[in-house]
C-alpha cells in the first residue's frame, strides 16, 4: 500500500508564479508541464489522477511533486548534468587561439581547419568548434592592410590631391578590379622590375 502523500502547502505567491508559468506562451513545455503538476497536485489530486489528467506518468508527477516539496520554487528547475568531461585543455585550446592570430602557415594567407588540424595535433572538426566559440574567421580580413612601400604616403597624397584638388581641364579615372571586396595578402611574392 502507499502512503499518504504530503500536503505542498503551496503559498499564494507560488502559487501565482505556477500559473504565470503554466499559462505563458514563452515558457518551456517542460517548465510549465511541471508548473501544472503542482497546480493540480495542490487541488488534492493523487498522482495517478495528476497523471491522467495532464497526460504523463505517475512517476514523473511523483518526482516534481517531491522535488517542489523539498525545494520549492527552485526544485522545478533543471539540475546541473556534467556530461562528458572536456578532453582538451585550456592550454591546447590557448596554443590554437595564439597560433591562429599570431601566425600564418609557410606560403599561405591564413590558416584553414585542415593545416591548424594538423599543426596542433587535433581533428578538424575541434578546430572549427574553437574557432566558433571564440568568434575566429581566418579566412576574413577584418582590418585594413598598409602597404609597406616606402612611398606609400606620398602616393597616397598624390591620388587623394587628384580628387580634392583636380588641375583644370583634368580628367581622374579609377580602376578597381573588385571594388566593393579587399584584397587578401598576396600568396606569391611581388616580381621584381
Excluded at 27 to 44: M, P, T, V
Excluded at 82 to 93: A, E, L
Excluded at 114 to 129: D, F, H, W, Y
Amino acid at each position: 500500500m502507499r502512503g499518504k502523500l504530503e500536503p505542498l502547502n503551496v503559498t499564494d505567491a507560488e502559487r501565482a508564479k505556477l500559473r504565470l508559468v503554466a499559462s505563458r506562451p514563452k515558457s518551456s513545455q517542460r517548465a510549465a508541464l511541471r508548473a501544472r503538476i503542482i497546480l493540480a497536485s495542490d487541488e488534492g489530486l493523487s498522482n495517478k489522477a495528476v497523471a491522467e489528467k495532464l497526460g504523463t506518468s505517475r512517476p514523473t508527477v511523483g518526482k516534481w511533486r517531491e522535488r517542489f516539496r523539498v525545494h520549492r520554487l527552485d526544485g522545478l528547475l533543471d539540475e546541473y548534468r556534467s556530461g562528458t568531461p572536456r578532453k582538451i585543455g585550456d592550454d591546447k585550446i590557448e596554443e590554437v587561439i595564439t597560433k591562429t592570430l599570431e601566425t600564418t602557415p609557410r606560403g599561405q594567407t591564413h590558416w584553414s581547419q585542415r593545416n591548424m588540424a594538423k599543426e596542433v595535433g587535433l581533428s578538424q572538426p575541434t578546430i572549427g568548434r574553437i574557432w566558433k566559440a571564440f568568434g575566429l574567421k581566418p579566412h576574413r580580413t577584418e582590418t585594413f592592410k598598409l602597404s609597406p612601400d616606402p612611398y606609400f604616403i606620398e602616393k597616397v597624397r598624390d591620388v587623394v590631391g587628384l580628387y580634392m584638388n583636380p588641375p583644370d581641364h583634368a580628367v581622374v579615372l579609377c580602376f578597381d578590379e573588385k571594388s566593393q571586396i579587399q584584397a587578401l595578402d598576396r600568396t606569391q611574392p611581388l616580381r621584381k622590375r
